[in-house]
């Protein structure tokens, strides 16, 4: 007889599921039986990713295209699913952009944007759908920080100050969930290949010439288990783990200088 799979019967909405991170992360939630609810604003690669998911993995598996940045998404993602009799059993806020360049010249709309998404909607969607979760006792939340959220970031510093707040929020909802059956990570990823870089526009920086970056599968694969066995906090890969580690124990005046060197 086959043996049922973890996820069967559940749902995982995962946000920023158009490509990157997000898309490796859908396969392997099919994959383990989990139904998929894709959320991005490009409406073709979702409904194609929601097609060949749920073809590969025999899971039902739907596209909810919408712009996450937008006032109300959160609410909005919420009834779009009960319209459609779907619940939250998984939630993974992946969807993020960077911004490099200077603070001082960004572009105001799209800094507030950075914002509204990658601090506004990851934190509205995870109050959206906690309850539930504590309610079933089981299920969870992966939130996609960086290894950006270990330090500031001259040149990149909403970028990196909203991946401190991820960071700092997922640890001390992870405490406040203990002995609930709900789990809740936060992934700290350092360059991974994928659109991230492009929407940055950080091809030239020379943190990225320095590092070779991570492949979306891998980084996926590691996140996915991490989620799994319920860690508190996973960062990907161990040359990451050393960057980190080092950045822990090197003064801040001194961190802020290497950074700014890296990201200018
Ligand atoms: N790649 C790296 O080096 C790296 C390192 C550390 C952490 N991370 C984090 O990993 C996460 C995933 O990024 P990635 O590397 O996979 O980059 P990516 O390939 O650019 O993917 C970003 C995803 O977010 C979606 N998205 C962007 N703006 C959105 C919005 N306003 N509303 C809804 N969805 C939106 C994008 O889809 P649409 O454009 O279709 O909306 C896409 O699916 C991000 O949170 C990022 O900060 C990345």
Request: aromatic share 6%; charged share 20%; net charge positive.
């Amino acid at each position: 007889m086959a043996s049922k799979k973890r996820g069967a019967g559940q749902t995982a909405v995962i946000t920023g599921a158009s490509g990157g991170i997000g898309l490796e992360l859908a396969a392997l939630f099919a994959a383990d039986g989990y139904d998929l609810v894709l959320v991005a604003r490009s409406a073709d690669a979702l409904t194609k990713a929601a097609a060949d998911l749920s073809k590969a993995h025999g899971v039902k598996a739907i596209a909810l295209p919408m712009d996450l940045a937008k006032p109300g998404a959160a609410a909005k993602l919420k009834s779009d699913l009960e319209a459609k009799g779907m619940a939250c059993d998984v939630l993974v806020n992946n969807a993020g952009f960077g911004m490099l360049g200077p603070f001082a010249e960004a572009d105001e709309a799209r800094l507030m944007q950075l914002v509204d998404l990658n601090i506004r909607a990851l934190t509205e969607l995870t109050r959206t759908f906690l309850p539930a979760m504590v309610k079933a006792r089981r299920g969870g939340v992966m939130n996609i920080a960086s290894s950006a959220a270990f330090m500031p970031g001259p040149f990149m510093a909403a970028y990196y100050a909203s991946k401190a707040y991820v960071l700092s929020l997922t640890e001390a909802l992870w405490e406040e969930m203990r002995g609930t059956g709900v789990r809740i990570t936060a992934i700290c990823p350092g360059p991974v290949a994928t659109g991230f870089q492009d929407a940055a526009k950080m091809q030239d920086a020379k943190l990225l010439k320095m590092a070779r970056p991570m492949s979306a599968k891998r980084c996926a694969q590691i996140s996915y288990r991490a989620f799994r066995e319920g860690k508190r906090v996973e960062i990907p890969g161990l040359m990451t783990k050393m960057m980190v580690g080092a950045t822990r124990v090197t003064p801040t005046g001194m961190g802020l200088k290497l950074v700014r060197s890296l990201q200018s």
